[in-house]
């Protein structure tokens, strides 16, 4: 079949919200640089169906950081992790409160509260349900999300309880590949926290970690057993290789690879909101505007343990590429930016502009 036979299909399937076979998942994956364009242009059909041109923008507060008993080995937060990232036990509720205050400030409609950890202990339940209640009574229309690792159904209720309208808890990878990335809980483990929070009424995150050696078998495995979860949300990750960690030397994407795996996880999720994660600076690079045609959904500046792009290039980037900001009641930032020309200077009483 030609390119843009199949990739209609495709689509149209998509459209339809019916599931790709396998084998067309896989064949979004293994495709050649001279049909990448025609794929994005095939995701972005159903990206606008579903979402428009509208980006929403989310918040990450890392509420606890480092000191996980648990061994993740893609985590910089993991058990003997020597990545050198930032280790404090729980942030007081005004400095969480603040943080969330600053990503509603700069746009954001959904804030996630994150704590590392294998789970919470009814403790860690009872304080982050007070963050969330007070939250939610200056915000009412700002979404929180928690992030707290594996969860009880109890747990999963409190939360909801407290004022919680979703929860994030990562499949990650295919169950196949689970235990080259883990050995201290497993896939099963994860399944299980995404079903509770989803019985309790919460609105289910999860989503994945690409570039962690897995194969294109694996990668649309994990999207198929997101898609039997029926997550609203699915941020995709692009692994960051941190330094002292066992995936340091895991260096295998590329922009246009992170593309493709973006749209095989929108033909396979057609109507989720498929959220540009951790690392996509480090490996769209340049081509992250692109990715917007496939994605909904991105993080606002920086993630847990990295620093992200500033907020206002994401602005930009979004501003440039046609989209608009979800809930913004005008376009964020100017269409033409005369503060950007800069005049340089060749001598003395020599001034040229910058493009000459
Ligand atoms: S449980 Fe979470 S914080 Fe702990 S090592 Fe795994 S991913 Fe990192």
Redesign the pocket.
Known sequence: MATMEWLDVLAAKALDRELPTRDEALAVLAGSDDDLLDVVAAAFRVRQRYFGRRVKLNFLVNVKS?M?????F??????G?GAGVLKYAWLRPEEVLASAEAGVTAGAKRVCLV????GPADRDITRVSEMITTFKDQHPDVEVCACL?LLTQDQAERLRGAGADAYNHNLNTAEAHYGEI?T??TFADRVDTVRQAAAAGLSACSGLIAGMGESDTDLVDAAFALRDLNPDSVPVNFLIPFDGTPLAGEWNLTPRRCLRILAMVRFVNPDAEVRLAGGREVHLRSLQPLALHIANSIFLGDYLTSEGQAGRQDLEMIADAGFTVEGAAEPTLPEHRRDLVKVRRRGPGTHLPANT
């Open positions: 480092g996980c008993p648990e061994d993740c893609y985590c910089s937060q993991r058990l992790s704590a590392s950890g294998r690792g883990c201290t809980h």
